[in-house]
């Protein structure tokens, strides 16, 4: 498998989003454009639609929001925990200083140069990029808080230890705020602390990918994605060792193929 860098593009120019996906996908496929957007809501939409985002190339100018919304969006990206790192686009370089108040990874001017290009990429693969690990690489086990009823009816709260491995499939239970998490052996945790959410955040470079709102699946796990009987447009997975089947959300559909064809 080789480890990619998945990263957006924002700009409102057809022909400049063109024509760095020609420059990225002819040279530099360690780099992954999982999505594209022309405006600052649209942007936002893929932000929390893949939490995979490791960076931005961004457009200064977008004439459909405000001639500085890519700086507005910047420091509000700039604010989140985990925050992508941005590579400013613009024709305009009169906003160069305040741009790099912002502290990018890098600043490219249109029209762009295949060279400047190679040199931001080059930068960030030695100071950014961080490697998808393999997962059989992966040692170290996570730790789950669930809650189990113990001989006297009473609720305890335990951490067990897992390998990532163990785990197939992630299910949002009916109490708010927890979870159950389907291990291989027909063995299952039940009342795990926690959210869909918080899995897509934590571990979704150790192979876990929400499928739909109420499940996270080990991508390992997965041995077939199919139609449902009589719907050709919606889906569903099959897991190796689990009878169980698991509905594909349709907003869910694209991000899961990508993972798959790159896993």
Known sequence: MVN???IIIVDDEFLARDELKNIIHSRHQDFEIIAEAENIPAAWELIKKYPQIRGVFLDIHLQSDSTRAGLDFAYQLNRLADAPWIVFITGH???????HNLHPAHYLLKPLEEAKVAEALAWIRQKYARPMPN???VSKRIGIRH???NRFGEHEWHIAYIDPEEALFV???TAVGTLKINLQQNQMLDGVSGTIRDWVNKYADLGFVQIHRSHLVNIRHIRCLKPRIGESDVYKVSLKDCPQELPVGPEYLEQLRDRLSHW
Not at 93 to 99: G, I
Request: charged share 15%; aromatic share 6%; proline share 11%.
């Open 135 to 137: 997962f059989s690489q």
């Open 93 to 99: 370089p009169q906003t160069a200083l305040e741009a």
């Open 147 to 149: 809650r189990i009823t």
């Open 4 to 6: 990619t860098c998945p």
């Open 171 to 173: 299910a949002k239970n």
